[in-house]
Structure formats: structure tokens, C-alpha cells
């Protein structure tokens, strides 16, 4: 076959013995497509001899000879060829021999639809192009072995720093996860297993990543599987693996995950979550260092360091009869526990300027940072959901902002409604620790006074005419509750400072 001029179309070759299906699946095809047509399978093996075709689609039922003959000829001659059968005959038996025999990439039924047909041969040519990728990259492989190797290396280093316990984990100066860090440093080189605990969002996998990555076994792989998203067979499954047949569905061999983590290391996240039969099945490879995948009889010796997270309690869950008391120690050799982000206000900042950079990169969207005011309602909100609370605000704060600088109107209101510098005073008075009726009364008026305020961009018209007040009687509300603006409370917060 010729080699093809790269500017052409993707050439198709259509196969039919009928001249009027023949010339309209030409004319669909020929806007996006350089189409060759054939009646016979002669004429056919004629134009694949002497033009590069990329795609084939082919009518089953020929006279001189049937759709998954000649596409199992075609597929001996030339293989690359994306082959298409197209019929209007949908036995199952037909589908099933066209697949087997064949090699079809699809078996479309007539009647279609003329936008599927073009969609599924769009999808058919990527098809054909990413083959041609991976054979030129198989190549590349073989060639260029140094360059590789310089690569991979350069990627690990990238990886070390991006994990690294010291830079790696962002935050302040002071900060209450120096702690964690200190014992993930400590910890890291030293091949036993760590149970990590926090609430969810905390960045306990971050801290994970940090302990391989740091460790001796940082060259080889790190898998992580969350044990709470799938039920016992599935997870036994994902982590063991299963031979062909092993139950409804398996329909190849599959490689558990701590067989991939094999020299590594494997993370099992939310591990408070197992079944008690799964605990059972999961000590055993801690004890013995042993798989079995599900449906065979050999077992398979692994060489993995397990680092677990939960967001439970787990010695709670093991008074409780939750949890075995055996595989608690088994995973628990050393205990890492990560603050929520409420109890560590000072990373607020920083944190929030580094998940802007890596949000900005994510969207293709550029800013230069947030106002101080901005920071200042960061600061003081609880983050339920922590870090990862976090990032979602800043995201959406991101795609809503329309100003070089985030300022604080684009927060979400229960957000803005945690007022700053006296927060837990203020939630006191809330929860009938202290404080008259009165005083709680005020406390949230004045929030719902400033969330107004900042939304409005502290425009003193607007907010007043939302909450039904007077600009004299706004002013008086502001003055009582010593809610001017702040000097250079819009002066802008770089995403260095």
C-alpha cells in the first residue's frame, strides 16, 4: 500500500454489492472522508492493495463471499485496517462469528442512523491513528533505552519533591502538621506498616505518597484502592485478582493490586470500612506475605509495605467488636494522626494559594490571587470538609471571578457568614454558652450585615436596599457593630505573600 500524504482525508474503502447502499453510505461518509467504494470482494482486495486505508466497512451477506470471510482475509493481510460489518441481519450467532473470526471493531445493524454511522467510523480512524502511536512508540522503546532511563529518572525526582515531607506538605511556619511531617520523616525509611487517621479531606493520602516516596521503596510503584467503594467479592477481586471464570463477568485473567504493588508500596484507604469476613482474608496476606487469586489454586508470594488510612476510630471500632483486634496491630505498627483544617487555621493561606495554582493550571484560567479580605473569611470558616472543602471554594471561586484578584464576594454564603477575628466567642454565644438573648440576637444580625456587605462589594446602596434599611439606618447598624471596612481591607494578597 502507498504511504499517505498526512493533509489528505482518512481514507475508508465501503464494501456492498448493492450500488444504491453503496453510493449513499458514500455520500454520508465523503464530507469527512476520502471514500473508496468496491461492489465485489475482487474490487475490493484491488483498491486495499494500492491505497492506505485506514477504516473498512463491509455488508455481511455478499454473493462471492460473506462480510466475516472477507474480513478475516483482510485482517491476515493487513491487520491495522479497522474493519466495520455492516448488515441487516442481527443474529446474535452472526455477531458472535464476525467478532471471533473477523477481528470487527463494530457490527452495525441496518437501519442506522447517518450521524451514528459517521460517529462510529470517526471513532473507528482515532482508533486506527492510536494503533499507528503505539507501534511508533514501541519503536521508541527499542531505540532510545538511555533517554528513557533519563526520563523515568527525571520523573521520580519530580515525584520525590512534589511529596517531599519537608516542601512537599504545604504549610505555615508554625503550623500543628510540622508534628506529622516530623513523624513521616522519621517513620519513612524504615520498611513497617503505618496506619494514617484523619477526617476525610485531611490530605491522608498526600501523607502516604510522602511515606513511599520518601522511603526505600520509593522506585517502586504506589497503588492506592479505596476499601469503602466496593463490596466484599468486588474488593477481593481488585486487591487478589481473579483467574478467567472465577465468577459472573471475569471474562479475562486480572492482576490484583498487591500483586502490582509488589517492591512497593499499597495504600488502602478508608480501611475502617471492611467486612469482618474481609478482615479475616486481609491478615492472612499481612501474616504470610501471600495472595490467592480468586479462582486459583496457587498462591503467590508479594513484597509490599501497607499504608492504611480511616477517618474512624478504629481502636473505638475494635472495643465495639467492629474491627479484629490482630489486623488493628498488624496495621498500626506506627500511627500517624492528621489535624482537620479547623484545627489548623495558619495553613489557610498558604494552602489556599498553592490549590489556586494547581486549580489555575487545571481550568487554563489566570489570576493574581485572592484580597485580603478573602483570606480573612478563609481563615475563619470551620471547613467541614477540609482541604478538600477547600479546594472546591476555591474552584468555584475561580470560575466565577471576572477581577485580576478573588475578592471575598465570591464566596459561597455560609462562608461568608463566619464572622472573622472572633469566631469562637462568637459561636459560644450561639450555643447558649454564654450570652443574653439579646447578644446572640445581635451577633446575627451583624454576620448577616457583613455577608450583605462583602457580597455587595461593600456597597452601602445595594445592601441596604436588599435588606430593607434605610443608608441612615445601615450606617447606624455599622457603627454599632464596628463593621467599617478595614483600611486596605481590598489591598490585594499576591499568590507570594
Known amino acids: 500500500m502507498e504511504t499517505q500524504n498526512l493533509d489528505t482525508l482518512p481514507s475508508i474503502l465501503v464494501v456492498d454489492d448493492e450500488p444504491r447502499a453503496l453510493e449513499t453510505v458514500a455520500r454520508i461518509l465523503s464530507d469527512e472522508f476520502d471514500v473508496h ?3 465485489t470482494t475482487a474490487d475490493a ?6 491505497e492506505w486505508i485506514q477504516v473498512m466497512l463491509c455488508d455481511h451477506r455478499m454473493p462471492d463471499m460473506s462480510g466475516v470471510e472477507f474480513c478475516t482475509m483482510v485482517r491476515d493481510k493487513w491487520p491495522e485496517i479497522v474493519r466495520i460489518i455492516i448488515s441487516g441481519y442481527s443474529d446474535s450467532a ?7 473470526k473477523g477481528g470487527i471493531y463494530q457490527f452495525i445493524s441496518k437501519p442506522w442512523h447517518p450521524d451514528d454511522l459517521v460517529f462510529q467510523v470517526r471513532n473507528a480512524v482515532e482508533l486506527f491513528q492510536l494503533q499507528r502511536q503505539n507501534e511508533q512508540l514501541s519503536v521508541e522503546l527499542k531505540i532510545k533505552p538511555a533517554t528513557l532511563n533519563e526520563s523515568l529518572t527525571e520523573k521520580r525526582r519530580i515525584l520525590q519533591a512534589r511529596f517531599d515531607w519537608e516542601h512537599g506538605i504545604v504549610r505555615s511556619p508554625d503550623s500543628s502538621m510540622n508534628r506529622v511531617c516530623n513523624l513521616v520523616r522519621q517513620v519513612a ?3 513497617v506498616s503505618v496506619l494514617i487517621q484523619g477526617e476525610s479531606g485531611t490530605g491522608k493520602e498526600l501523607c502516604a505518597r510522602a511515606l513511599h516516596y520518601n522511603s526505600l521503596r520509593q522506585d517502586g510503584p504506589f497503588v492506592a484502592e479505596n476499601c469503602a467503594a466496593l463490596p466484599d467479592e468486588l474488593l477481593e477481586s481488585e486487591l487478589f485478582g481473579h483467574k478467567r471464570g472465577a465468577f459472573t463477568g471475569a471474562v479475562d485473567d486480572r492482576v490484583g493490586l498487591l500483586e ?5 508500596t499499597i495504600f488502602l484507604d478508608e480501611i475502617g470500612d471492611i467486612s469482618p469476613a474481609f478482615q479475616v482474608k486481609l491478615l492472612r496476606v499481612l501474616q504470610e506475605g501471600e495472595i490467592r487469586p480468586l479462582g486459583s489454586n496457587r498462591r503467590r508470594t508479594v513484597n509490599i509495605r501497607v499504608v492504611a488510612a480511616t477517618n474512624k476510630d478504629l481502636m473505638e471500632e475494635v472495643r465495639a467488636g467492629h474491627f479484629r483486634m490482630d489486623l488493628f496491630y498488624r496495621l498500626s505498627t506506627f500511627t500517624i494522626s492528621v489535624p482537620p483544617l479547623r484545627d489548623r487555621r495558619e495553613d489557610i493561606a498558604p494552602l489556599s494559594h498553592a490549590l489556586l495554582e494547581e486549580i489555575m493550571q487545571l481550568l487554563g484560567k489566570k489570576v493574581k490571587g485572592f484580597t485580603r479580605e478573602a483570606i480573612a473569611c478563609l481563615e475563619n470558616y470551620h471547613w467541614p470538609g477540609n482541604v478538600r472543602h477547600l479546594q472546591n471554594e476555591i474552584k468555584r471561586m475561580l470560575v466565577l471571578a471576572t477581577d485580576d484578584y478573588i475578592g471575598a464576594e465570591l464566596i459561597s454564603p455560609e462562608i461568608l457568614q463566619a464572622a472573622p477575628d472572633h469566631a469562637a466567642e462568637d459561636m459560644a454565644l450561639l450555643t447558649g454558652i454564654d450570652g443574653s438573648l439579646k447578644e446572640r440576637v445581635e451577633f446575627l444580625e451583624a454576620s448577616i450585615l457583613k455577608e450583605t456587605l462583602i457580597r455587595h462589594r461593600w456597597n452601602k446602596t445595594r445592601a441596604a436596599q436588599e435588606l430593607g434599611l434605610s443608608r441612615v439606618g445601615l450606617r447606624s447598624k455599622l457603627q454599632r457593630y464596628s463593621l467599617e471596612r478595614a483600611e486596605n481591607q481590598d489591598a490585594l494578597m499576591s499568590a507570594e505573600a
Do not use: C, K, V
Open 37 to 39: 467504494t468496491a461492489n
Open 45 to 50: 482486495e484491488r483498491i486495499l492493495q494500492s
Open 94 to 100: 452472526d455477531i458472535i462469528d464476525a467478532i471471533n
Open 189 to 191: 525509611p524504615f520498611d
Open 260 to 264: 502490582r504493588a509488589d517492591g512497593g
